[in-house]
């Protein structure tokens, strides 16, 4: 038996209280006033919030879970400061925590973390120390908390040490994952993800990230954005960079999820990248939301497109199941609980 485990969801169907709330948030900073309460939200408005989209998706498309986090649109860590990005965070993880308390076979729960732009890791340590704690099992992390300006340093330098040091104290991974776009130049999941994906992936090529941190493991969600498309260009980067061959320098630690809507791309990702390094995503329900009318299923519907890969059965096992749960050991050991 394989277990369909979806490694990239997230709440964008949050009840509207929530969002509200976020708006009073923003009001209230920019008026100087204290940030009104947080609003109370019923367990039924949770669920039928989820019903009606991410467990109905689930059920028809037959996958058994979903790896879930917050709306990354909705991130947005340069709105406010410190402060705001903090309590955004703090109840964006809340609500992902009550979805999973209230579906635990369904939903598992990942963390977005306070990334505001001016701040050191301190705060995100924090963070995903306290959702952790509630049983999470990862984190996205955003490489570019300032929304499309990517003037953060890259994802080797020493700004990030701290906060890879808790990851590998807590056995978690990271989801590499930009929010929404504030440069008006990059459409925030056409242009934006798709470039913040490649250029996560090259400045890791560029770094010795995993020299220093052996057993830290970062998935580049979208498919690895053009990676696997230009795999020479990258293979042949590493060479002019005298950095050593992918496989060893970056392809232990690194890994790409199936967030790629259409057949000749899956074929592309499971043809180029060694099937080890990747996981089931659908990143439903989110960036692309339609029919695809020379199939007459849904863009997103991921599924499909692995069931139709000519690999083996055990390769395909390891793309729904065994490869998440090795990159999310504390998954691993929550289905172990559970006799999966
Ligand atoms: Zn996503």
């Given amino acids: 038996m394989t ?23 923003k009001a209230a900073f920019e ?24 467990l109905r ?3 028809e498309r037959g996958a058994d879970m979903t790896i879930f986090s917050p709306r990354a649109s909705a991130m947005a860590p340069h709105i406010g400061d410190e402060r705001v990005a903090r309590k955004w965070a703090r109840a964006n993880n809340d609500l992902i925590k009550r ?35 509630m049983g999470f099992v990862g984190c996205n992390l955003n490489p570019d908390p300032g929304g499309g300006y990517f003037k953060h340093p890259p994802l080797t330098d020493r700004f990030w040490y701290p906060f890879y040091e808790k ?18 130049g990059l ?17 890791l090529i560029q770094g010795d990230l995993f020299r220093d941190f052996p057993s830290l493991r970062l998935i580049i969600p979208h498919g690895g954005g053009a990676v696997p498309y230009h795999w020479g260009r990258y293979r042949g980067l590493a060479d002019m960079l005298k ?46 939301r339609g029919i695809d009318p020379t199939t007459g299923h849904y863009f997103d519907d991921t599924k499909r497109y692995i069931d139709a890969l000519d690999i ?29």
């Fill in 312 to 340: 083996s059965e055990d390769e395909r096992h390891a793309i729904f199941e065994g490869n998440t749960r090795r990159v999310f050991p504390r998954l691993d050991q929550q289905l172990k609980e559970r006799g999966l």
């Fill in 167 to 184: 990851m590998v104290e807590l056995d978690v991974p990271a989801m590499i994952h930009v929010s929404g776009s504030c440069n008006p």
């Fill in 57 to 59: 998706l689930l059920h």
């Fill in 3 to 25: 277990l369909i485990i979806d490694c990239h969801g997230h709440y964008t169907t949050a009840p509207p209280a929530h969002n509200d709330w976020r708006e009073a948030q």
């Fill in 99 to 133: 979805c999973a308390d209230l579906y635990p076979e369904r939903f598992v729960p990942v963390c977005m973390l306070p990334q505001s732009p001016d701040a050191d890791m301190q705060g995100s340590i924090a963070e995903l120390d306290r959702c952790v704690g």
């Fill in 243 to 288: 950095q050593p061959d992918l496989a060893g320098h970056v392809m232990n630690n690194v890994f790409f999820d199936t967030c790629v809507y259409h057949q000749p791309g899956i074929n592309l990702l499971a043809d180029v990248i060694d099937n080890k390094n990747i996981l089931f995503g659908s990143e439903m329900v989110g960036a692309v």
């Fill in 187 to 203: 459409h925030a999941t056409g242009g934006y993800y798709i470039a913040a994906d490649t250029i996560a992936f090259m400045q």
């Fill in 31 to 54: 008026a100087g006033r204290a940030t009104p309460a947080y609003p109370t939200i019923s367990d039924d408005e949770i669920r039928a919030s989820l019903e009606q989209n991410q």
